[in-house]
């Protein structure tokens, strides 16, 4: 069955090349819990940047029936994961189904669609496995998004990258170009390349972009694992091996899609530099540039905040501040118990819960610890939020200890639910946004950008996209990290003296000693962050760097 698809809006011409962009996870606007962190924050201010600009781009995605996990709170307050089944009548029944094969079974594949102004995106597709045609095991692979499962995993991939390229055979619109936001689509590569039998042809339509330096994001597997799960299509391992030039036991699949990709990029000038040191004394590989990562000012930007910037208001800026405390206070005090003070330095530490990104940090140097939290003087506080991976039992303790710490003081709190609608009322109630990942662990980071699009200022060590923005004490304040070749507990030791000393030399003196200053910094925060860091300028230089096919030998590097 075809679906009568037009793209829906006229779109610019500069922007008319069609281009399909595959990503695992949108975080698009809080009632479509599709998403787990930065990867879908960026594709969701891409698809709201490229329905601004009116760009010929059509995303696809998978509709997972339980979202990544409610994350909710046990009887001790501890951490719970809660999969609960999602409903979603705004989404359009495209009456599109067919058939591909996971470890060599047939699987039915549904589409479903997301027009353009339901939540003002480029138009997305939304692929399911949850229908009656399949047995159980088949319905779950569109179940959990990044399920522990290994199988499931692959079972995605393959649902994305051959289900997805599979959805343009029922539609009218054909994409000239395939975007990879990350690895997960790669079957996508294999796919082009049974279509076309020439991997230069594979090269004109494939762009990938790489967000990770860390060994999660970049996963090998098993060629005999991923050959049973029917992961290159109808292509034999050996046939992989020639075309990928990848030998041996075990598949790369970041440095596949290096391979077949005609064009790659990294998402700050830092990761892009890391990615050319990881991968550059490998042969065959794409060029590599830099589209730092950016978020949408639309979405995310506080207008009055902005109104206030036009003519330089310091005492409505400060207002509006105050207001915005006040209503994130409320959150505290229903999920905590604690009744925070909007005149006190509110400092936000909300993040995915991963190692390197060191949530703890500030727990590293217990004396001083004690004294920042008790202070009378010039008091400070702390929340903490974020989603630890529902099956990393490390992270979760790490958070649940943070619970546990938090209910000896009144002035610390941690939220659970972070998601788009929490992230957002943190940032806009945060005096401070801190950040403090190892450096060049970061390949970007994003939530420093909608932080400073809220009046939030950004207290962080160079790393990703910070490093581009941070003006120290201009703008921001900057940590000095440790060399990114010292071990971590060396990295740690350091970084954590840092830290306190910038909070304690600079950040919470010029709060309270000089408010003037204060604002001056949150208004240069305000000003520079925008447009540099919205996503309309990352989803033109998308336009200009990749989706052009007679620049791909000439990319720069």
């Keep these: 069955m075809s679906f009568d698809f037009a793209h829906p809006y006229h779109f610019d011409p500069r922007y008319s090349r069609p281009v399909a962009y595959f990503s695992m996870e949108y975080a698009i606007h809080q009632p479509l819990k599709i998403y787990a962190g930065g990867l879908g924050f960026l594709a969701g201010s891409h698809l709201r940047s490229a329905y601004v600009l009116k760009q010929n781009m059509v995303g696809v995605g998978i509709l997972w029936k339980y979202g990544y996990y409610d994350q909710v709170r046990n009887a001790d307050q501890t951490m719970g994961v809660l999969f609960q089944e999602k409903i979603y009548h705004f989404l359009v029944d495209t009456g599109i189904q067919f058939t591909i094969r996971i470890h060599g079974q047939p699987v039915q594949v549904k589409a479903w669609y997301l027009p353009p102004e339901t939540f003002q995106t480029a138009p997305l597709f939304l692929l399911s496995t949850d229908v009656p045609e399949n047995d159980y095991l088949a319905k779950t692979t569109s179940h959990k998004l990044y399920d522990a499962d290994l199988a499931a995993q692959l079972a995605a991939d393959i649902v994305l990258g051959i289900g997805g390229a599979r959805l343009f055979e029922y539609l009218p619109w054909k ?47 098993d060629y005999h694992l991923l050959e049973e799960m029917s992961f290159f299509g109808e292509l034999t391992a050996d046939q992989v091996r020639r075309i990928t030039g990848i030998d041996g036991a075990v598949f790369n699949h970041t440095l596949a899609a290096l391979r077949m990709a005609g064009v790659t990029n990294g998402v700050s000038e830092i990761h892009t530099r890391v990615l050319h040191q990881m991968w550059g004394q490998y042969d065959r590989i794409s060029p590599i540039c830099s589209i730092t990562n950016a978020q949408h000012a639309g979405y995310w930007a506080d ?20 207001q915005q405390k006040q209503a994130l206070f409320e959150v505290v005090a229903d999920q905590c118990g604690k009744l925070f003070d909007p005149d006190v330095l509110t400092i936000v530490i909300a993040r995915r819960f991963a190692g390197y990104k060191r949530l703890d940090l500030l727990l590293h140097k217990p004396d001083a610890w004690e004294a920042l939290v008790n202070n009378a003087r010039q008091p400070v506080q702390l929340i903490w939020a974020g989603k630890p991976y529902p099956a990393d039992q490390g992270a979760i303790g790490l958070f649940n200890h943070l619970v546990h710490l938090s209910k000896s003081y009144r002035n610390v709190a941690v939220l659970t639910g972070y998601e788009l609608a929490l992230s957002k009322q943190l940032k806009a109630g945060a005096d401070v946004w801190l950040n403090i990942p190892r450096l060049t662990r970061e390949a970007s980071g994003t939530s420093g950008m909608t932080a400073a699009m809220n009046g939030a200022i950004n207290v962080s060590t160079p790393d990703g996209w910070f490093a581009e923005f941070a003006r120290d004490e201009e703008n921001s304040f900057v940590i000095p990290a440790a060399p990114p070749d010292w071990s971590p507990e060396q990295a740690d030791a350091h970084d954590a ?43 033109d230089e998308y336009y200009e760097k990749l989706y052009r096919p007679e620049q791909y030998r000439s990319a720069p590097a």
Aim: proline share 6%.
């Design 175 to 221: 994409p000239e170009i395939y975007h990879l936001n990350e690895s997960h689509a790669l079957p996508l590569a294999f796919y082009l390349y049974q279509q076309h039998q020439d991997l230069d042809e594979v090269k004109k339509r494939l762009v990938f972009t790489n967000h990770t330096p860390e060994a999660a994001g970049n996963p090998q597997h």
């Design 303 to 322: 207008a009055e905040m902005y109104e206030a910037l036009q003519t330089r208001d310091a005492a409505r800026l400060r207002n509006r501040k105050r």
């Design 497 to 539: 003296t840092q830290l306190y000393d910038v909070l304690t030399r600079k950040v919470i003196p010029t709060y309270y000693e000089n408010p003037a200053r204060w604002i001056d910094v949150m208004m240069n925060s305000l000003r520079d962050v925008i447009p540099r860091f919205d996503s309309n300028r990352l989803a």
